[in-house]
């Protein structure tokens, strides 16, 4: 049994029962950051999944929804919970939310829309590394290929972890919620994690004695990423206000 379908595997349930967590508490008490770090959570299990999937053969539907959900959507949706989270004004979340869904739709279409040659695909032992090194024979070249996924992995790293080390910073400085805090820190641990595995996939690509670390690294990343991320959601709004309820003084918790 390879790292890379243990990994999947544990990724798939965690990330799923925390989906369900966080969804619910957006059921309870409403915020879109909530049902944004829930969808997140939700493309993540996605992304487990189908890496668990072609762990025993081709699959084209999980490798199109692999690629669309881990190497596209994860981050900048994400990170658009965090915005929800931190501006207040709430017009300029919601037109970085649009966007976002637009790109998602399109990038959606596009990906069933390309030919795939799964002729490349030749895993051997460990589906993981396989993914994270190869992945490209299988997936044509093309302008959105090349565009694409740094712009939205970026926009959205960028934005969960800065955002989250900034409002740290903001409630340090006032000395107000530890909690937020502590939870923001999760938050940008939890963000940076994934992201500095594949910044090492990248470096492997020219020091070839990397690539088997490398590919642990990032899995396990993944892995200790989404219960970052999940801990920091947790804290970052345990001690937010409760709306004030309309038909009663007391207000839930």
Do not use: C
Not at 151 to 163: D, I, K, Q, R, S
């Amino acid at each position: 049994m390879n790292i890379g379908f243990v990994v999947g595997l544990l990724t798939t349930i965690v990330s799923g029962v925390m989906a369900v967590m966080v969804l619910n508490r957006y059921r309870l008490k409403g915020g879109m950051h909530q049902l944004l770090w829930g969808l997140g959570l939700v493309l993540y299990f996605i992304g487990g999944l189908s890496e668990v999937l072609l762990s025993f053969g081709w699959s084209d539907i999980a490798f199109r929804l692999w690629y669309w959900s881990g190497a596209l959507l994860v981050p900048p949706v994400l990170g658009q919970g965090t915005m929800h989270l931190l501006v207040r004004k709430k017009n300029v979340a919601a037109i970085f939310t649009t966007i976002v869904g637009v790109l998602a739709v399109a990038s959606l279409v596009w990906i069933f829309s390309v030919p795939l040659d799964a002729s490349k695909f030749t895993p051997g032992n460990d589906i993981g590394k396989f993914l994270t090194g190869s992945y490209r024979e299988i997936l044509p070249t093309s302008v959105v290929r090349q565009i694409l996924p740094p712009v939205m992995n970026g926009y959205g790293t960028l934005l969960l972890a800065g955002g989250a080390v900034y409002s740290a910073y903001l409630f340090m400085r006032k000395q107000i919620l530890p909690n937020r805090v502590l939870g923001n820190i999760f938050i940008a641990a939890g963000g940076l994690l994934p992201a500095a595995g594949g910044a090492l996939i990248k470096l492997a690509e020219t020091i070839p004695t990397l690539s088997e670390s490398a590919s642990v690294f990032k899995y396990v990343g993944i892995l200790g990423g989404v219960v970052l991320l999940f801990i920091g959601f947790q804290l970052a709004v345990s001690g937010a206000p409760a709306p004030a309820a309309k038909s009663s003084p007391v207000a839930t918790t």
